[in-house]
């Protein structure tokens, strides 16, 4: 399979524990986003990197969020601190420099944090 | 900030015709996506539009009109596979390659 794979697919903590998630994009895909989707909701924009680079972060993003892509291949997004509140689906997405403009982002089957 | 607003559920039976329409305030606009979310499942890329008109792809095709902020998205020949939910969303610039999604439309094929 050669698509967006992101690990794990269920998460449940306890309030305060820290929590990292994993994504790995389409091989090569250069763009890779995260996303946070809550339900009823579309997905809400968290971070997106170019290559290895962390071009934009979202005013969502508080202090006790980090995302790294260290090789410019998969990335984490590692919560800090969770509070009930960050329950919801992360959702990961990569695109390329090339594909329709580059506007086409495949998104990966996401992880789904539940704070107790 | 970004706003996109699209009606919250749509009903309608096999074989049918939807339209979902899409109006965008944003702070810039470069292009307008569309994306279907089965219940449980990853968003899916449908279209693209970046110019005013029609793209057709299939039984889907989605409009845009630049001067009006406004889209819409035509699913043609209703399947039951088509229940999902869908989504606008607007690229603001260039440069910026993330996306701003609206709240979704939930459509409920029946039989």
């Known amino acids: 399979d050669t698509g967006v794979s992101q690990d794990p697919r269920h998460k449940i903590t306890k309030r305060g524990q820290n929590v990292t998630f994993r994504c790995d994009p389409i091989s090569e895909h250069n763009r890779l986003y995260w996303y946070r989707q809550t339900l009823g909701q579309g997905p809400e924009f968290l971070t997106y990197?170019?290559?290895?680079?962390?071009?934009?972060k979202s005013r969502l993003l508080s202090d006790r969020f980090s995302a790294e892509r260290p090789k410019g291949s998969f990335s984490t997004l590692e919560i800090q601190r969770t509070e009930q509140g960050d329950s919801a689906m992360y959702l990961c997405a990569s695109s390329s420099m090339m594909g329709l403009v580059g506007n086409e982002q495949f998104f990966g089957p996401g992880t789904r944090l539940t704070v107790l | 900030g970004q706003s996109l607003e699209q009606p919250s559920e749509v009903t309608a039976v096999e074989g049918a015709i939807v339209q979902i329409n899409c109006t965008y305030q944003?702070?810039?606009?470069?292009?307008l996506s569309w994306y279907q979310q089965h219940d449980g499942g990853a968003p899916t890329f449908l279209s693209y539009?970046?110019?005013?008109g029609l793209e057709e792809t299939g039984r889907f095709s989605s409009f845009l009109s630049r001067s009006d902020s406004y889209g819409y998205l035509l699913l043609q020949e209703l399947q039951m596979k088509d229940s999902a939910s869908y989504f606008c969303a607007v690229r603001d610039s260039f440069n910026d390659y993330k996306l701003s999604f609206g709240a979704g439309t939930t459509v409920t094929v029946r039989a």
């Open positions: 944003t702070s810039g606009f470069y292009g």
């Open positions: 539009n970046a110019l005013d």
């Open positions: 990197f170019q290559n290895e680079a962390q071009l934009e």
